[in-house]
């Protein structure tokens, strides 16, 4: 049986892959904000030895990011590096979990091999140490899977983002205020994530880059009218029409490539991920 460290374990994707992992029987130190920063190398040196390492810590969300651009390439590049450095003098294999990095696309939909333009401190950040992570696999035969997840929703997810705060102004039954309901977004639910996730560790060699999203867009309109399709209400919109700095107008995975070389294919459609939040909502007091 592997042991498996997990960065990150009590944010919204760790909190899933961990319980994911624990329900395996797999053996897993979970590393928290609270055992240090990530960027420490103090906090590296008494983790015991693992065969394979899920690199999900981070400082994330964009509009935090523009107030503290600094912050974010410190804490997620030295972070990542330091999670290399452990893989490279255990012999261990990383999977980072990056983040859209490729701006306003070219084409749709976006392959892998499309070239990265972040547009914003966050993706810079992930795009940066995707370079450490090439470097380490290429230089110091560090075996290194990079995955891209688009945009990944489920129970637990902070409220700021989209589609918790749009279930949360239906649960309250509130007009639902939104700036722009025309950007279209890859949407996947967290649970297709840590399917692929666990298939990463399966075969890893090398250095290894897989994008990861439902395969399809839908606009913020499609979201509220699924919300409100799955709530059984028909609550006012108010839109502003107020297209965010840097906006994205369409955004659409090209999966293929995980879908040959991991055999993963996303289960769970946006109206059927929803339904899931709304009954998880539901039933929490």
């Given at each position: 049986?592997?042991?498996?460290?997990?960065?990150?374990?009590?944010?919204?994707?760790?909190?899933?892959?961990?319980?994911?992992l624990a329900a395996r029987g797999?053996?897993?130190?979970?590393?928290?904000?609270a055992d240090g920063d990530i960027?420490?190398?103090?906090?590296?040196?008494?983790?015991?030895?693992?065969?394979?390492?899920?690199?999900?810590?981070?400082?994330?969300?964009?509009?935090?990011?523009?107030?503290?651009?600094?912050?974010?390439?410190?804490?997620?590049?030295?972070?990542?590096?330091?999670?290399?450095?452990?893989?490279?003098?255990?012999?261990?294999?990383?999977?980072?979990?990056?983040?859209?990095?490729?701006?306003?696309?070219?084409?749709?939909?976006?392959?892998?091999?499309?070239?990265?333009?972040?547009?914003?401190?966050?993706?810079?950040?992930?795009?940066?140490?995707?370079?450490?992570?090439?470097?380490?696999?290429?230089?110091?035969?560090?075996?290194?899977?990079?995955?891209?997840?688009?945009?990944?929703?489920?129970?637990?997810?902070?409220?700021?983002?989209?589609?918790?705060?749009?279930?949360?102004?239906?649960?309250?039954?509130?007009?639902?205020?939104?700036?722009?309901?025309?950007?279209?977004?890859?949407?996947?639910?967290?649970?297709?994530?840590?399917?692929?996730?666990?298939?990463?560790?399966?075969?890893?060699?090398?250095?290894?880059?897989?994008?990861?999203?439902?395969?399809?867009?839908?606009?913020?309109?499609?979201?509220?009218?699924?919300?409100?399709?799955?709530?059984?209400?028909?609550?006012p919109i108010v839109s502003t029409?107020?297209?965010?700095?840097?906006?994205?107008?369409?955004?659409?995975?090209?999966?293929?490539?995980?879908?040959?070389?991991?055999?993963?294919?996303?289960?769970?459609?946006?109206?059927?991920?929803?339904?899931?939040?709304?009954?998880?909502?539901?039933?929490?007091?």
């Amino acid at each position: 049986m592997d042991k498996l460290l997990v960065t990150g374990a009590a944010g919204f994707i760790g909190r899933a892959l961990t319980a994911a992992l624990a329900a395996r029987g797999d053996e897993i130190v979970a590393l928290t904000h609270a055992d240090g920063d990530i960027a420490d190398a103090a906090t590296w040196s008494p983790l015991p030895a693992a065969d394979h390492v899920f690199h999900l810590a981070a400082r994330s969300y964009v509009p935090d990011s523009w107030q503290d651009p600094a912050g974010f390439l410190s804490t997620n590049i030295g972070g990542t590096t330091q999670a290399l450095d452990y893989c490279r003098r255990n012999g261990a294999h990383l999977v980072f979990v990056s983040a859209y990095v490729y701006g306003v696309p070219k084409r749709l939909p976006i392959a892998e091999d499309d070239p990265p333009e972040p547009n914003n401190p966050y993706a810079l950040s992930k795009f940066l140490a995707e370079q450490v992570c090439a470097f380490y696999a290429s230089a110091l035969q560090v075996a290194v899977t990079v995955v891209r997840p688009f945009n990944i929703f489920g129970p637990g997810q902070r409220k700021e983002f989209l589609i918790p705060s749009i279930v949360e102004q239906v649960r309250r039954r509130e007009p639902i205020r939104v700036k722009d309901l025309k950007p279209r977004r890859d949407y996947l639910f967290v649970d297709d994530l840590i399917a692929a996730l666990l298939r990463t560790i399966e075969d890893p060699r090398g250095h290894r880059l897989f994008n990861l999203g439902s395969g399809e867009s839908h606009s913020t309109q499609d979201v509220i009218e699924a919300v409100q399709a799955a709530a059984g209400t028909q609550l006012p919109i108010v839109s502003t029409d107020e297209p965010r700095v840097n906006e994205i107008p369409d955004v659409r995975a090209d999966i293929a490539r995980a879908r040959e070389v991991l055999g993963w294919t996303p289960r769970i459609t946006l109206a059927q991920g929803i339904a899931r939040l709304i009954e998880t909502k539901t039933r929490t007091p």
